[in-house]
Each structure stands twice: as C-alpha cells, then as structure tokens.
C-alpha cells in the first residue's frame, strides 16, 4: 500500500502531561496526538489500527517542548480524502496540511497546552527519530539575585542562593566531547550511555535569569537534568569546577550528580542534515543503535 510520509513540528507545555509516551489512563503527549489523528482520519472503529508517531526524542512528565518533531504515515487515500474534503469546505492555503495542521491543534490542544506548529509532506528518506543530528535545550535557573516572575513559575527554577555563572559555565564547557555519560543518565537495560555532547554553556538573560543550553547527538534517561544540577552544584560552591569531570569519568551512577526538576527544561530545536542526506543519517543511526533497540526510542530527557 503506497503511503505519504508526514512530519509533524509541536510544541506543548509540559506540566499537563504524563510525559510523551502513550500510558493507560494517563494524559501524554503521544496520546493526545494519536487520538487527534485517529479522530481526522476516521479511524474510529474497532478493526482500524491507531496511527503510529514515531517521534526525535521522548521527553518526561512535565519537560515543555517548543520544538518537537514527530513523523506518521497515512496511506495515500487517507492524504487525498483529506484534501478532498478541504476542497469541499474551500480550504486554499496549503490544504491539506496547513487544514491538517489547525484540526491537530482543535482536538488535541482543546486546553491549549498543545499546538500543532507545522504539518508537512516529509522528505525521502526522513525519519523523525533516526535522521536527527542532535537535539537542543533549554533550561531556566532564577537564582537570589534574579526576579521571580509568578508568570513564569512552570518553566522556571527558583534556586535560592546566588550562583556563580562563569564556574558553571566553565565546568560545563569541560564536558563537551564523546563519553560515557553513565553517571548522569538513569540505567536502562541494555542501553548505551555513550553520547557526543556539542554544546554545554550558561549565560544569563537580560532579565538575570540563568540560562542553560544543552546540545547533544542524542540523550539518555534524566541526562540533561542531572548535567543542570551538577552544574548548579557547582555554581553554588558545592563542587568544584574539575568535580563534572570526576563524576563523569567514574561512570557510575551515584547520587553525585542530583537531578533537577522537570518544569524549567523545554526541548528547543531538532537539527536534521540537508534533505539528500537525511536517508544517510538515518541508516547510520539504525546502524550504530541496533544492538540497544532493546532499549527504547532515544530519549529526550
């Protein structure tokens, strides 16, 4: 059967969510998506199986995402009755994935904490999981001497003491490199702990909150978190700047590095290689991941 290939960018707050991934009885991500796709490409009974999201990384309950890519794949006649019935209803623009687009964020972000940014025909070769890059984030540290703003409160730490951004900075940047990350990452059965970390720094915005960028090929299970609270750590005077690189290379996971809490990181961008190279990348990634499959989607945090 001849299928269409879409790629859907979302972004949603994260606080109302179980996480990403579909779970019973539980409100996630993945879940509400689904239903959404379900509902537009009417497979409402029984013998119609749910569409299938493959998504770039999954993030945790109460990780916020600005941008967020997930792909599906839809038959040929399920793309053309959707643009049939745009046609009918005199929908022009983009039709139908500008059309698709709003009726994702109708159903699924009826409480509108999810929105459907862009909807598009994806190109050969994509594969919203494998063909990535990296994955970048993002996290909001408000320490003594930077304002609280209440409108901010679920996107943002509130850490109470003053911190020392160029330490952190410092002892972040360290890190950067292909390691095994073990000692910050959650195990997971049959899981690799080796990721290439891009970028690893702190600055502070013009409001004085402390920001932090972290970018990375891939992320295993609470990675970022912990990578944010061993530098907060730092910047507190609790570890000394060489103290990342200690916990790194003991590559056990020991309570050293605390995790922080889920609330103020927001999955900001996936970066995918040009169009004739997305194939590749892909089949590369398969490649080197084969032997953990075992262990899941690559993690977003």
């Known amino acids: 059967m001849e299928t269409v290939r879409l790629r859907l960018d979302v972004a949603y707050d994260g606080a109302g969510f179980s996480g990403w991934s579909r779970q019973p009885g539980l409100r996630t991500v993945e879940g509400e998506l689904v239903h959404a796709l379900a509902t537009i490409l009417r497979r409402g009974d029984q013998h119609s199986a749910a569409p299938r999201l493959t998504v770039a990384g999954r993030t945790d309950a109460g990780v916020h995402a600005l941008g967020q890519v997930a792909h599906v794949d839809v038959s040929a006649e399920e793309w053309e009755a959707m643009a049939r019935r745009d046609r009918r209803r ?122 932090g960028q972290v970018r990375a090929d891939a992320f295993c299970h609470s990675m970022v978190r912990a990578l944010v609270g061993a530098a907060i750590a730092v910047g507190a005077g609790r570890f000394d700047e060489d103290a990342l690189h200690r916990v790194l290379e003991s590559t056990q996971r020991s309570g050293a590095a605390p995790v922080v809490g889920a609330h103020g990181l927001t999955l900001v961008e996936v970066g995918y290689p040009p169009e004739h190279e997305l194939a590749t990348r892909a089949e590369l990634t398969r490649a080197r991941r084969g032997p953990v499959r075992s262990g899941g989607p690559v993690r977003s945090d």
């Open 90 to 211: 005199g929908v022009v623009d983009g039709a139908p994935g500008a059309s698709l687009r709003r009726r994702i964020t109708g159903i699924a972000g009826r409480a509108g904490d999810l929105v459907a940014r862009d909807v598009t025909v994806a190109s050969p070769g994509f594969d919203a999981r494998f063909s990535p890059l990296w994955r970048r984030y993002e996290y909001r540290v408000a320490d003594r001497h930077a304002p609280r703003d209440p409108r901010r409160r679920g996107h943002t730490l509130w850490f109470d003491e003053r911190l020392d951004l160029d330490a952190m900075d410092a002892a972040s940047r360290s890190l950067t490199g292909l390691h095994d990350f073990a000692a910050f990452c959650k195990p997971r059965p049959g899981a690799t702990t080796i990721r290439r970390l891009l970028d690893f720094s702190w600055s502070r915005d013009a409001e004085g909150v402390l920001v």
